[in-house]
Nanobody
Framework: VQLVQFGGGLAQAGGSLRLSCAAS????????MGWFRQAPGKERELVAA????????YYADSMKGRFAISRDNSKNMVYLQMNSLKPDDTAVYYC??????????????????WGQGTQVTVSS
């Protein structure tokens, strides 16, 4: 099982980027999925998570209103739309999947499958 990420790169403050994550197997469409990020010298933190149905979404407080997570199970894809980007959003972003409860969405150790990571750099 693999998660392959697309997108990311360089953006100016206030700009937008979109990340995509493709799952190699259809079984992952039945898992909750999340986007995490890790900046140099910092711990990996949850950005957003989405239930397997896509009906429920969760966001870290600093991302609410700026980022949007979505999924298309027919394509085995998960997306992260990032708007109003700030220099503090600079980090490596990862998609992840696992059979986890919503209470554990914030815990990266609960996720089983991880994407390769994508650098997002926001300039001021």
């Amino acid at each position: 099982v693999q998660l392959v990420q697309f997108g990311g790169g360089l953006a100016q403050a206030g700009g937008s980027l979109r990340l995509s994550c493709a799952a190699s197997e259809r079984t992952l469409s039945s898992y909750p999925m999340g986007w995490f990020r890790q900046a140099p010298g910092k711990e990996r933190e949850l950005v957003a998570a989405i239930s397997w149905t896509g009906w429920n979404t969760y966001y870290a407080d600093s991302m609410k209103g700026r980022f949007a997570i979505s999924r298309d199970n027919s394509k085995n894809m998960v997306y992260l739309q990032m708007n109003s980007l700030k220099p503090d959003d600079t980090a490596v972003y990862y998609c992840a999947a696992g059979e986890i409860r919503s209470d554990d969405y914030y815990d990266p150790s609960k996720y089983i499958y991880w994407g390769q990571g994508t650098q997002v750099t926001v300039s001021s």
